[in-house]
């Protein structure tokens, strides 16, 4: 069986992430949506385990979806899944950059080969980060969120 993890914190989970979703699993027969734990210092995170059923009520009719917490290293996540890739979106120079080098390091720690998916266009600029930031200013973000019962 074919496994891939695509890895995050997720905070939240965008159109952005989804696509990448949609678009790497045709490439496995299982995906794992691994979400960072609390290890991570980052403002306002909820807890792994509410952002884990957020995740996973979105994907409950996909039997190949699977969203876990893991804690620690991804490539160490990576193994106890059983997975030989790690998938990971990038947006800009700057986003790839600093995937290539982490690629790098999770092949020589692990031999665990990093996919990258581009962007597709429309979803280049949404992140996270702008999600939480339009959300503290009162604005409407529900367009930038993926809606459940998603077609894959």
């Known amino acids: 069986m074919k496994t891939g993890i695509f890895v995050g914190s997720f905070n939240p989970f965008t159109i952005g992430h989804n696509s990448i ?3 790497a699993l045709p490439l496995f ?8 734990g609390e290890q991570v210092h980052k403002p306002d995170l909820p807890s792994a385990q509410e952002r884990v059923k957020a995740i996973a009520n979105l994907y409950a009719d996909e039997p190949r979806i699977e969203v876990k917490a893991y804690y620690g290293l991804a490539v160490d ?5 059983n997975a030989h890739f790690i998938v990971k979106g990038v947006r800009s120079v700057k986003d790839f950059e600093y995937e290539r080098e982490q690629a790098d390091i999770n ?3 692990s031999g665990v080969e990093t996919i990258l998916l581009y962007s597709e266009p429309q979803y280049a600029s949404i992140s996270s980060t702008m ?3 339009l ?8 367009t930038y969120l993926p809606k459940p019962n998603l077609e894959l």
Not at 77 to 81: I, M, P
């Open 21 to 23: 979703v949609t678009r």
């Open 29 to 36: 027969d299982r995906l794992v949506i691994g979400v960072v």
């Open 77 to 81: 996540f990576a193994k106890a899944e």
């Open 107 to 109: 092949r020589q720690l």
């Open 131 to 133: 999600v939480r930031e």
């Open 135 to 142: 959300q503290h200013f009162g604005v409407d973000v529900s």
